[in-house]
T-cell receptor, first 114, second 115 residues
Framework: AQSVTQLGSHVSVSEGALVLLRCNYS??????LFWYVQYPNQGLQLLLK??????LVKGINGFEAEFKKSETSFHLTKPSAHMSDAAEYFC????????????FGTGTRLTVIP | KAGVTQTPRYLIKTRGQQVTLSCSPI?????VSWYQQTPGQGLQFLFE???????NKGNFPGRFSGRQFSNSRSEMNVSTLELGDSALYLC??????????????FGEGSRLTVL
């Protein structure tokens, strides 16, 4: 069985500050890991993904995440928050046998304070 | 390139009715997945279609069904609607070969309200 836990349903940061959104996963097989972002009244957009290979993954809009197998984590970071980063962020897990069957976390709403 | 298009965007139904939602994937994408999003349960996988065949199915009752046409367009149907079916239904397409990649392109969703 696969699942994802996102710590913190709401995170607030000041503009220019570090963004850190936490995600821990559970998977009985090698996981595929994803971060998606959802802006108000829109669908989800892929930020970045890890399948195999390099454990530090860079995505769009300056975001990156590191796969740490020993910690079963895939935290999302951005060095400097921008007002346009305010949105809801979802971590998700799947695997090779059902890659498009994503198990999503409950989401973290990011607020950026000017 | 046009994105994923879902119709209708908003609809209101009453308990016991049925509803059909439509999804047109990005041109060239052969995989279409459906997700239900609610405040209480979050995002939950309904099913995935690839080349007109259901490839994966989530843990939803048989009232939820879908199909995919030869042009990759997909529809999902919910019969005998219940209040708890009120949700945002998201369709996503994927530029996939066999097995999928998890890289999904989502539409803006169809918001269903059941009264």
């Amino acid at each position: 069985a696969q699942s994802v836990t996102q710590l913190g349903s709401h995170v607030s940061v000041s503009e220019g500050a570090l963004v850190l959104l936490r995600c821990n996963y559970s998977s009985s097989v090698p996981p595929y890991l994803f971060w998606y972002v959802q802006y108000p009244n829109q669908g989800l957009q892929l930020l970045l993904k890890y399948t195999t290979g390099a454990t530090l993954v860079k995505g769009i809009n300056g975001f990156e995440a590191e796969f740490k197998k020993s910690e079963t984590s895939f935290h999302l970071t951005k060095p400097s928050a921008h007002m346009s980063d305010a949105a809801e962020y979802f971590c998700a897990v799947s695997d090779r046998t059902g890659a498009n069957n994503l198990f999503f976390g409950t989401g973290t709403r990011l607020t950026v304070i000017p | 390139k046009a994105g994923v298009t879902q119709t209708p965007r908003y609809l209101i139904k009453t308990r016991g009715q049925q509803v059909t939602l439509s999804c047109s994937p990005i041109s060239g994408h052969r995989s279409v997945s459906w997700y239900q999003q609610t405040p209480g349960q979050g995002l939950q996988f309904l099913f995935e279609y690839f080349s007109e065949t259901q490839r994966n199915k989530g843990n939803f009752p048989g009232r939820f069904s879908g199909r995919q046409f030869s042009n990759s367009r997909s529809e999902m149907n919910v019969s005998t609607l219940e209040l708890g079916d009120s949700a945002l239904y998201l369709c996503a397409s994927s530029p996939v070969g066999s097995g999928g990649t998890g890289e999904l392109f989502f539409g803006e969703g169809s918001r269903l309200t059941v009264l």
